[in-house]
């Protein structure tokens, strides 16, 4: 028999259901990939190895009478973002260490509901403040592929970098993620997978740990296009819990992949072209187009003359949003709580000092300081004004063209330790990804190439708000064009 755990997603949900195999027998091989391969990756910060056989062994008793949701017995990796009930939830921080929620997030919920194994807590950067899984407080992911003739580690991106890892190494079907500045596509571009941020209010965000409420989204990453439309089904849907979350039918996106792309315009934004771009992040989009123009695309060069304020503006409304959504975890009401203190402010302030790494200690002073009197006008006010100049942007050149086509990533895949020393080089990872974001519009990266070192490349579909279909119609185009069918070589 095949590998089970080099099956796609959509492949396993077949076999299960024609009783090729059972959920027991594909859960227990991924558990045992993730026993050999976790200890050298760190994609897990937990491995639920009990809950997860009992719920295979449920699921082949409801495929056995031929019953079960879209999901029945498909094992999947939960970032640890998304509370879980009854299993540690931390999202990467010695914070929320020990945190055990009781009570389940909506879009993990809908994935049991529809029967999903759940083989564990993924890890992430801290509170998924990061481009590269170093901020973690449980140490960095490791990405399984390698540059040639370099045995150095390499980032798996992030902040969803333990998902990314986790679907590329083979450590589960798919895995859930989520998306503030571009922490879905970025990873996903690193380790040759897909992801995809839906439209804000897609997914619900409840139970989900907060970053900036008004950006972060739920997404998936996963092995092909149908395997992340067919796991977005079933995490998205209308909650009433989540104040933002968007009252409208969940369409089978499933559908739209595979549809021809004949006759869309596909738009091509001016602004993406960067100074100091490597070249081959540019023939990989030139060949994008190409691909699509074959298909019976047409190609219209459109401007979105704002792209170039997206960077700060994101890092003006992200850090704000952080440091009231975080100013809960102050030792007294939720999170982890100093044992030594000479104060009240103390506790505050030693508790938050413990309990927080580095790069989220500094953007919420970045946070705090632009929501202050006398800065509160000149620098949130104003990005706040930016921000609905770059959507209005992308609402002027929704009448030209259907779908936006950009790289997903500036760079393949860098060094752990190559960009820590500079957080400012660091940022400029979300430089293609934040903009959708700002504008609450879907995204999807799929792998398109390989670098001259052998690591792999990323191409963006951006689509209309609520127009998830053409985004993976268009995304399924170039996946079939690209035929990336290239795998890490397995090292670990």
């Known amino acids: 028999m095949t590998d089970l755990t080099k099956l796609t997603l959509a492949d396993a949900v077949d076999g299960l259901k024609a009783k090729t195999f059972s959920s027991e027998e594909l859960t227990q091989a991924f558990l045992t990939n993730i026993e050999a391969s976790n200890p050298t990756l760190n994609a897990y910060v937990e491995v639920t190895a009990d809950k997860a056989l009992e719920q295979a062994r449920a699921s082949d008793a409801r495929l056995a009478k031929g019953e079960g949701g879209a999901l029945e017995g498909a094992p999947l990796g939960i970032k640890d973002l998304f509370c879980t009930e009854g299993v540690q939830t931390t999202a990467g921080s010695n914070m929320l260490r020990g945190f055990v929620p009781p009570y389940e997030s909506t879009v993990t919920a809908n994935l049991w509901r529809d029967g999903a194994v759940m083989l564990g807590k993924l890890n992430m950067d801290e509170f998924a403040m990061g481009s590269s899984n ?3 407080a449980f140490g960095p ?6 540059s040639k003739g370099s045995n150095a580690d390499l980032t798996p991106g992030g902040s969803s970098g333990g998902s990314a890892s986790a679907v590329a190494a083979d450590l589960c079907l798919a895995a859930t993620a989520s998306d503030t500045g571009g922490s879905i596509r970025q990873p996903a571009a690193f380790t040759g997978t897909v992801g995809i941020k839906p439209t804000y209010g897609r997914a619900s965000r409840y139970g989900m740990v907060a970053f900036a409420s008004s950006l972060d989204q739920a997404g998936p990453i996963a092995k092909t296009v149908k395997d992340s439309a067919l796991l977005l089904n079933s995490m998205c849907s209308f909650d009433a819990k989540d104040s933002t979350s968007l009252d409208i039918p969940t369409p089978d996106w499933t559908q739209s992949v595979g549809q ?3 006759g869309l315009r596909i738009g091509v934004p001016k602004e993406y072209v960067l100074d100091g771009m490597p070249a081959e992040i540019q023939k990989l989009w030139e060949q994008g187009v190409a691909w699509l123009k074959a298909a019976g695309c047409e190609i219209v060069e459109i401007s979105l003359p704002h ?12 850090p704000a949003e952080a440091s009231s959504n975080l100013a809960r975890y102050d030792g007294m009401r939720f999170g982890h709580r100093a044992e030594e203190f000479t104060s009240l402010d103390d506790l505050y302030a030693t508790s938050r000092a413990e309990g927080f790494g580095k790069e989220v200690q500094r953007r919420l002073t970045i946070g705090a300081y632009v929501l202050s009197a006398g800065f509160y006008d000149a620098y949130y006010v104003k990005a706040l004004k930016v921000r609905r100049r770059i959507a209005q942007d992308f609402d002027n050149v929704w009448g030209q063209v259907d779908a936006i086509l950009t790289p997903s990533t500036p760079s393949a895949a860098f060094a752990i330790g190559d960009k820590q020393i500079d957080p400012l080089t660091m940022y400029l990872n979300d430089v293609f990804t934040v903009t959708t974001n700002l504008a609450g519009l879907p995204g999807i990266s799929v792998p398109a190439g390989l670098s001259a070192d052998g690591l792999p490349l990323g191409l ?3 689509g209309k708000a609520l127009d998830e279909a053409t985004v993976f ?3 399924g185009a170039l996946e079939d064009a690209a035929g990336f069918v290239a795998k890490p070589d397995r090292w670990w």
């Open 134 to 136: 170093e901020t973690s």
């Open 141 to 146: 992911v490791k990405n399984p592929w390698k």
């Open 260 to 262: 021809s792309v004949k």
């Open 307 to 318: 792209t170039k304020y997206a960077l700060p503006t994101y890092y003006i409304v992200a």
């Open 460 to 462: 963006q579909v951006i």
């Open 473 to 475: 119609q268009v995304a």
